[in-house]
């Protein structure tokens, strides 16, 4: 095995395992960055979403072999100090209940804005399709158009 | 406005994400929220230098830093954020000065159960509006305030009378000097009051009720900072993934480790075999029985990391002796066995009052349905998993618990280690709904780690392990019968329960239908078990989700067939309910939701009212209305409006946090009445992920939930807002369906039901 270089939240890793592990567990058990959860490892609940080269991916699909190269960003690098607008409306807006399927959701809707500074109701339905058992959706989508409107203003 | 997916039971969407790049977002607006907080490890440590403890409940730190220890998990319910407010409204301390962890329940056992002792306390889950716990910390921040008081006033020689205690600050009223309440914590904190002071009367309040704080454990989870129980890391820790037999209850025969031991970082495969003895070194009295965690047979990969724990596993040949649980062939073999029993009165008499039977007989209208509704898992987004170390004198365990206590009691018999080497730390908690009650997962957790002893082992249940070996919501049937009075509304009932073993009776015997004193004059209520294997736990208002179903479609029947509109006919009925709460509610919704408004073929309206946690008396627990209002078109597919709902609680202390909590409960009734239904195969449940279990996503919910406040009586009480949200919205959306195209669904899922019309 052959370690693959990439990049986390900016800084250059190196990680030697199993080329087939998946990004979500080589940033969890690897790299010991927990903010990535893992929800369903099939690609359904999106709670392991991160951007890789700026798109969001499920990290429990994205092999480490895959990687090589890339710029993968975690929750844990969404901001400088947790004032991106949306996790500031999450406060605001008491969005999360028991979070733990929120840093995907964060991490899908924040690839969202960036696609689509104006995004729709059906955008976010599109986009931000992650499973929230504890049913935060109607605030998910309140804070991710508030948000829309405080970096467009 | 976009427009929402509709639902129907050929096609629910999966979508994939997928997004172009774009600019990186920068822009700095501040940082952390500034408020109340809790620490990324929110489980209690010993305490800093300096750090005065009023109370087991209460330290005040030199830098002011007040301490608020809690005994709830918070599984995403607000507790936490509850309880910081109870303390800041007596303690007159700053709202940014407060933090939270949770108490010790090893320190619990050792100072003779200070966190556990008495009435609600002795329970380390559930409400933290239980009356005594609110009066706890409201007593318990009164007499810390007044310590601070009567310290400034020895510092400054004066009379305490001429001190004021505000925002963590002291104030000598004349000469206007100030301290800190650090300044003068460990003074105060040695102070022995002659009387405990009271606290203000309610209507002094200024935070409590008034305020709106989001939970405090929301900037920790937005930097995705929370240590939930997968997310704990100790030195040389290793991963475990399991395995337990298939069919609850059946055995492992045989497995070969030899096939899987030289991959790559694998350390060993763990067997746990319930029948090995466990004999604990001390009586345990745990707060639930011992025997609903008991240990199931199961094999264990562990490894360097989960990946490679979880590919051997895979890998690792395994034989089950499936035992009696396989004589269950399948989802129609049980659900036959449950209708079948329903055919006479059962075993138990839950509650009979006046003279059904015979009124039965007389009565000029009689309706009659059967009902059935299934196995369901709680799906918590964190999957089961726990991290434990065990030395030969001590065991550690860290745990996303839904009942700390009960898990160190838990661990105790596991390891047969007394109490007080038994130290349980909470962490935070990827949602529950009664999922992480019983235990049973921190029994599992604990008995692969004692295999291993000296080492700490994460073992992770994937979601299929998960989903295969919940403690379900149990599958429950009822035939129910009314015969009308002349009025139209049911003098005589009789219903007969049938249920998976598990089953609650909980609304169907001590509603206000049917509990002394009820609303019908005449009541016969029986249950029956079936001889089942699934294993079953609380499920978000346990049996009430069952029972309201059954019960609010049951009165729509009744209403249709006494010709009357069915939201005057529960006015009429629950006129003779000594609870206005009941009117009121109604009330809220008939006119928020435009109740009786033309709508076009297709299109209609559905109410149903249910309560959670009165057992059986008025002016108790929490009572919740709803208005759905559905169209269903030609091909069958459901699209939901608007779910308006009014609730009574009594009273209420974070208004925004209710509407959380029941705009998060009607979505949760959507799931488990449009969505979920756990299917059994020769034994085995069939569904393992969210492909096969599917949940609403963002695009599937109503686009208008609306909570209205305008049903609460302002009775005395604080009731939970929690679970009662999950009963109505099912019957209020079945009552709908049926409005809209005539079609009545006595079964859940909806999505099993053809709902096409011409």
């Known amino acids: 095995m052959a370690a693959v270089s990439f990049k986390v939240n900016g800084k250059p890793v190196s990680v030697d395992a199993d080329p087939s592990t998946p990004m979500l567990w080589v940033l969890r058990d690897h790299l010991g960055m927990t903010g990535t959860k893992y929800g369903c490892g099939v690609a359904q609940c999106g709670t392991c979403t991160v951007h890789m080269n700026g798109d969001p991916v499920r990290s429990c699909q994205v092999p480490l072999e895959s990687a090589s190269g890339a710029e993968i960003t975690t929750i844990e690098g969404l901001s400088a100090s947790n004032n991106h607008p949306l996790q500031q409306l999450w406060s605001e807006l008491n969005v999360a209940q028991c979070g733990y399927c929120q840093a995907g959701v964060l991490m899908a809707a924040a690839a969202l804005l960036k696609a689509k500074p104006t995004p729709t109701d059906d955008d976010i339905d599109t986009y931000v399709n992650n499973i929230c058992r504890c049913g935060t959706y109607p ?15 | 406005m976009g427009t929402q997916r509709k639902i129907s039971r050929r096609q629910f969407v999966v979508s994939t994400a997928a997004v172009g790049g774009g600019m990186a977002i920068g822009i700095a607006v501040g940082g952390d929220a500034l408020a109340a907080y809790a620490d990324r490890n929110p489980w209690q440590l010993p305490d800093k230098a300096g750090v005065a403890e009023f109370t087991p409940w209460l330290t005040i730190g030199p830098d002011d830093i007040v301490t608020v220890r809690v005994a709830n998990p918070d599984i995403g319910n607000g507790i936490i954020t509850k309880h910081a407010m109870t303390v800041t409204e007596e303690l007159e301390c700053d709202w940014n000065k407060v933090k939270v962890e949770f108490a010790s ?3 619990d056992y050792l100072e003779k159960g200070i966190y556990s002792t008495g009435g609600p306390l002795s329970y380390f889950s559930g409400r933290s509006t239980a009356p005594g716990r609110q009066q706890l910390y409201l007593q318990v921040a009164a007499s810390a305030r007044e310590r601070l008081k009567l310290a400034a006033a020895q510092t400054w020689n004066v009379p305490v009378g001429e001190i004021e205690a505000k925002k963590s600050v002291l104030t000598h009223r004349s000469s206007g000097r100030t301290l800190r309440y650090g300044e003068v914590a460990s003074r105060a904190a040695a102070i022995k009051l002659d009387a405990e002071p009271k606290p203000k009367p309610e209507s002094e309040w200024t935070f409590l009720g008034k305020a709106s704080p989001a939970k405090i454990q929301i900037p920790l989870i937005t930097k995705g900072a929370a240590t939930f129980g997968m997310d704990v890391r100790q030195p040389n820790m290793l991963y475990a993934a399991l395995l337990q037999s298939p069919v609850h209850g059946g055995k492992l025969k045989s497995h070969d480790a030899d096939k899987i031991k030289n991959m790559p970082g694998v350390r060993g495969v763990i067997v746990v075999d319930p029948s090995e003895p466990r004999r604990p070194a001390q009586e345990l009295k745990s707060p639930f ?9 199961g094999v264990a990969v562990i490894a360097d990391h989960y990946w490679q724990a979880k590919r051997a596993l895979d890998a690792l040949p395994v034989e089950w002796d499936d035992g009696p649980g396989a004589q269950w062939k399948s989802t129609e073999q049980l659900n036959k066995a449950a209708y079948d029993a329903l055919q006479k009165e059962g075993s138990k008499i839950e509650k009979s009052r006046g003279n059904a039977v015979e009124l039965m007989a007389k009565a000029s209208k009689v309706v009659e349905a059967s009902y059935l509704t299934p196995y369901c898992d709680h799906v918590t987004m964190e999957p089961m998993n726990g991290t434990c170390i065990v030395t030969g004198d001590r065991v550690d365990l860290w745990h996303p618990s839904q009942h700390t206590l009960q898990a ?7 390891t047969g280690l007394t109490l007080d080497k038994v130290h349980v730390h909470q962490t935070w908690v990827g949602s529950a709904f009664g999922r992480r009650v019983y235990g049973d997962d921190a029994r599992m957790v604990v008995a692969v780690a004692k295999k291993m002893p000296g080492r700490p082992i994460q073992v992770i249940w994937s979601r299929e392990e998960s989903i295969r070996q919940g403690r379900f919501r149990a599958l429950m049937a009822a035939k129910i019968k009314a015969g009308l009075g002349p009025d139209g509304l049911p003098m005589a009932w009789i219903a007969y329960a049938s249920g998976g073993k598990g089953f609650s009776m909980r609304g169907m015997h001590d509603g206000a239908y049917a509990t002394d004193g009820g609303v019908i004059p005449n009541v016969l209520v029986t249950s029956e078990t079936l001889n089942t294997h699934i294993l079953t736990g609380p499920y978000r208002g346990p049996g009430y989700n069952s029972s309201a179903f059954f019960i609010e479609t ?4 009744c209403a249709l067939a006494a010709g009357i509109d069915p939201l005057e006919y529960r006015l009429r009925l629950y006129a003779k309910w000594p609870d206005e709460g009941y009117t009121k509610c109604l009330k809220e919704v008939q006119a928020k939701s435009s109740w009786g408004k033309a709508l076009p073929k297709g299109m209609g309206q559905g109410v149903a009212i249910s309560n959670w946690g009165m057992a059986g008396k008025p002016e108790a627990g929490t009572t919740v209305a709803a208005v759905a209002t559905v ?9 939901i409006h608007a779910i308006d709902v009014a609730f009574d609680t009594g009273r209420i202390v974070n208004q925004d946090e209710v509407a959380a909590q029941v705009e998060g409960g009607v979505i949760y009734g959507l799931n488990m009445t449009l969505n979920e239904g756990l299917n059994v195969k020769d034994g085995r449940i069939v569904e393992g992920n969210y492909d096969e279990y599917p949940m609403l996503r963002i695009g599937d919910i109503p686009k208008k939930i609306n909570v209205h406040f305008g049903g609460l009586s302002n009775h005395g009480r604080f009731g939970e807002i929690g679970e009662p949200p999950v009963g109505p919205i099912g019957p209020a959306v079945g009552n709908a369906i049926f409005r809209a195209i005539g079609k009545r669904l006595r079964t859940t899922p909806f999505r099993e039901h053809d709902l096409s019309w011409s």
């Open chain 1, 139 to 153: 605030r998910v989508r309140d804070a991710i158009h508030k948000a829309a409107r405080q970096l467009r203003s």
């Open chain 2, 105 to 107: 329940v090893n320190r």
């Open chain 2, 289 to 297: 029985p011992l025997g609903l965690s008991a240990a199931q047979h």
């Open chain 2, 408 to 414: 160190m009691y838990i661990a105790a018999e596991e």
């Open chain 2, 554 to 557: 049951f009165t729509d029947e």
């Open chain 2, 631 to 639: 169209e269903v078109s030609k091909k069958g597919e459901l699209l």
